[in-house]
């Protein structure tokens, strides 16, 4: 059984940073493949970012490219996602998950794919 507690939502102007966090139980988080995913009001989850078990291949959706950026720490057993030049349309809950699976591009940003998920965070993005 893995648990995941996300961190470090909140309300920013556009423009500003966040920093969110997910820490993991599980004496095997070193292993697991770990994603972002955001879910916006009346729309489907949507995939984020992506991060191998060693932290070696990072992958984000085209939206978030070059402005968010995903980080682990396997022994913290904590995986990050910092969040600069937020957009208005960033608004959305952010889940992050964990897939016991060896990472591959198109597990990772599918929904299905993954394994356990965390309660969300609610990020706010004023203009």
């Known amino acids: 059984q893995v648990q995941l507690l996300e961190s470090g939502g909140g309300l920013v102007q556009a423009g500003g940073s966040l920093r969110l966090s997910c820490a993991a139980s599980g004496r095997t988080f070193s292993t697991y493949t770990m994603g972002w995913f955001r879910q916006a009001p009346g729309m489907e989850r949507e995939f984020v970012a992506a991060?191998?078990?060693?932290?070696?291949?990072?992958y984000y959706a085209d939206s978030v490219k070059g402005r968010f950026t995903i980080s682990r720490d396997n022994r913290g057993n904590t995986v990050y996602l910092q969040m600069n030049g937020l957009k208005p349309e960033d608004t959305a809950v952010y889940y992050c998950?964990?897939?016991?699976?060896?990472?591959?591009?198109?597990?990772?940003?599918?929904?299905?794919?993954?394994?356990?998920w965390g309660q969300g965070t609610q990020v706010t993005v004023s203009s």
């Open positions: 991060i191998s078990w060693s932290g070696g291949i990072t």
């Open positions: 998950a964990a897939d016991l699976a060896t990472f591959t591009y198109s597990r990772a940003s599918s929904v299905p794919e993954y394994d356990y």
